[in-house]
C-alpha cells in the first residue's frame, strides 16, 4: 500500500511537472519567435544554423529550468493552501466518524476559501455535539421513567403471591399495579406523540372551531381532580371565539397544562382559566397558586424530560410540556410561562384567530 501511494505521488508530480514543461515551452516558444522575427526585420540580421542550433539549445533547458521552477512552487503551494487543510479535515471527520464530536478543525491563515468550509464543518460537529448529548439523555431519562413503574409492577406482583393476603391488602396492591402500568402507558404514548411531531409526521387538519367551547370541556373532563381536592376554580371564558387550528393537537396542549395546574396545585388552593381575543390572536391563559417554580427553572421547562423537581416526588415524566411547546411551534402560535417560587405559575398561550 505504502509503495503503490508513493508511486501514485510520483506519477501526479511527473505529470505536474509536464504540464508546466508543455505550458513554459508554448510560451517562451511564441515569445521567441516573435522576437526573432521582429529582431531580424527591422536589422536585417540573417541567423545562421548554428545561431539557431545554439538558441534552441539555450531555451530548451531554460524551458526545463522554469518548468521545474513552476512545479516546485505549485508542489509547495498545493501543499501548504490546499493539502494540510484536507488532511485536517480528513482527520478530523475520520474522529468524528469514531464517535468523537468534541473535534474542531482550526482556520488557516490567508485562506478564506477553505475557513468557508471549516466553519461548516465546526458547525455540523457542533450541532453533531448537541444532539449527541441529546440523544444520550433522552436514554438516561427514558431508562430512569421506565425502570420506576416497572419495579413498582414487579414489587407489587411480589406482594400479591403472599398466602393469605388480605381482601383490603390485594386491591391496594391491585391499585398500585394499575397505577403504574397507566404511568408506564402514559410514558409511551407522550414519547410516540413527540416523536411523530419532532419528525414532522403529524400534519395539522385546520378547521374553524369555537376555541371557548373547546376550553370548557377540556376543563370539565378535570371535574372530578378539582372536587376532590378542594380547589377552587375561577374562569373569564370569553364566547364565541373562532379559531381556524387543529382542534385535537390543542386539545392536547389544554389538557397538559390543566393537568399540571391541578397536580401542582395544594388542596384549597385556586385554578384560573382565561380566553380572551386581541386584533389576531385568541390569548389563553392558565393560571394556579401552586409551588411555582425558579427562573433557571422555567428557562428549561420546555425541554424533554426536564423536571423542576429533581427527587421525582411529583409524578411525572417530563414529556408534557415539550409536547405542548412543539404543538404550538407547529400551530404557529406563542407560549410563555411566567412564575414565582411559592406563588403560582401562568402558562399564556396565543394562537392566531381567523
Known amino acids: 500500500m505504502k509503495r503503490s501511494g508513493r508511486y501514485r505521488r510520483l506519477l501526479r508530480s511527473l505529470s505536474y511537472y509536464l504540464v508546466f514543461f508543455l505550458l513554459?515551452?508554448?510560451?517562451?516558444?511564441?515569445?521567441?519567435?516573435?522576437?526573432?522575427?521582429?529582431?531580424?526585420?527591422?536589422?536585417?540580421?540573417?541567423?545562421?544554423?548554428?545561431?539557431i542550433a545554439t538558441?534552441?539549445?539555450?531555451?530548451?533547458?531554460?524551458?526545463?529550468?522554469?518548468?521545474?521552477?513552476?512545479?516546485?512552487?505549485?508542489?509547495?503551494?498545493?501543499?501548504?493552501?490546499?493539502?494540510?487543510p484536507i488532511k485536517r479535515i480528513n482527520e478530523a471527520a475520520d474522529k468524528m466518524?469514531?464517535?468523537?464530536?468534541?473535534?474542531?478543525?482550526?482556520?488557516?491563515?490567508?485562506?478564506?476559501?477553505?475557513?468557508?468550509?471549516?466553519?461548516?464543518?465546526?458547525?455540523?460537529?457542533?450541532?453533531?455535539?448537541?444532539?449527541?448529548?441529546?440523544?444520550?439523555?433522552?436514554?438516561?431519562?427514558?431508562?430512569?421513567?421506565l425502570k420506576t413503574p416497572l419495579a413498582v409492577m414487579q414489587?407489587?406482583?411480589?406482594?400479591?403471591?403472599?398466602?393469605?393476603?388480605?381482601?383490603?391488602?390485594?386491591?391496594?396492591y391491585a391499585k398500585a399495579i394499575t397505577d403504574a402500568s397507566r404511568r408506564l402507558a402514559?410514558?409511551?404514548?407522550?414519547?410516540?406523540?413527540?416523536?411523530?411531531?419532532?419528525?414532522?409526521?403529524?400534519?395539522?387538519?385546520?378547521?374553524?372551531?369555537?376555541l371557548s367551547e373547546q376550553l370548557c370541556g377540556c376543563l370539565l373532563q378535570f371535574e372530578s381532580v378539582w372536587e376532590q381536592q378542594n380547589i377552587e376554580i375561577e374562569t373569564e371564558i370569553a364566547d364565541s371565539i373562532t379559531v381556524r387550528a387543529d382542534e385535537e393537537l390543542l386539545s392536547l396542549v389544554w389538557n397538559n397544562l390543566l393537568s399540571n395546574a391541578f397536580k401542582f396545585t395544594s388542596p384549597g388552593g385556586k385554578v384560573s382559566v382565561a380566553l380572551s381575543a386581541t386584533?389576531?390572536?385568541?390569548?389563553?391563559?392558565?393560571?394556579?397558586?401552586?409551588?411555582?417554580?425558579?427562573?433557571?427553572?422555567?428557562?428549561?421547562?420546555?425541554?424533554?424530560?426536564?423536571?423542576?423537581?429533581?427527587?421525582?416526588?411529583?409524578?411525572g415524566n417530563g414529556l408534557g410540556l415539550a409536547l405542548v411547546k412543539r404543538v404550538v411551534d407547529i400551530l404557529r402560535g406563542e407560549i410563555s410561562v411566567e412564575s414565582e417560587r411559592g406563588k403560582g405559575t401562568t402558562f399564556t398561550v396565543k394562537i392566531r384567530r381567523l
Open 24 to 51: 513554459v515551452a508554448f510560451v517562451i516558444t511564441c515569445c521567441t519567435m516573435l522576437f526573432v522575427s521582429t529582431l531580424s526585420k527591422s536589422l536585417d540580421i540573417t541567423f545562421t544554423d548554428a545561431h
Open 55 to 84: 538558441a534552441a539549445k539555450l531555451t530548451f533547458w531554460n524551458v526545463v529550468l522554469l518548468s521545474l521552477i513552476l512545479s516546485v512552487f505549485d508542489r509547495l503551494r498545493r501543499k501548504l493552501m490546499v493539502e494540510r
Open 97 to 145: 466518524i469514531q464517535g468523537d464530536f468534541s473535534v474542531r478543525v482550526q482556520k488557516l491563515p490567508h485562506n478564506d476559501d477553505f475557513n468557508e468550509i471549516i466553519d461548516c464543518f465546526n458547525k455540523m460537529a457542533e450541532e453533531l455535539s448537541g444532539t449527541e448529548t441529546l440523544r444520550t439523555d433522552f436514554i438516561a431519562n427514558v431508562s430512569h421513567e
Open 155 to 172: 414489587n407489587y406482583g411480589t406482594l400479591l403471591q403472599q398466602p393469605g393476603l388480605g381482601e383490603e391488602k390485594r386491591l391496594e
Open 186 to 210: 402514559d410514558l409511551i404514548t407522550n414519547i410516540l406523540k413527540l416523536n411523530k411531531l419532532e419528525n414532522q409526521q403529524i400534519y395539522p387538519k385546520c378547521a374553524e372551531f369555537d
Open 279 to 315: 386584533g389576531h390572536h385568541a390569548v389563553v391563559k392558565v393560571q394556579d397558586t401552586g409551588c411555582g417554580m425558579s427562573p433557571e427553572v422555567g428557562a428549561h421547562i420546555f425541554e424533554k424530560f426536564y423536571q423542576g423537581d429533581p427527587s421525582h416526588a411529583t409524578q
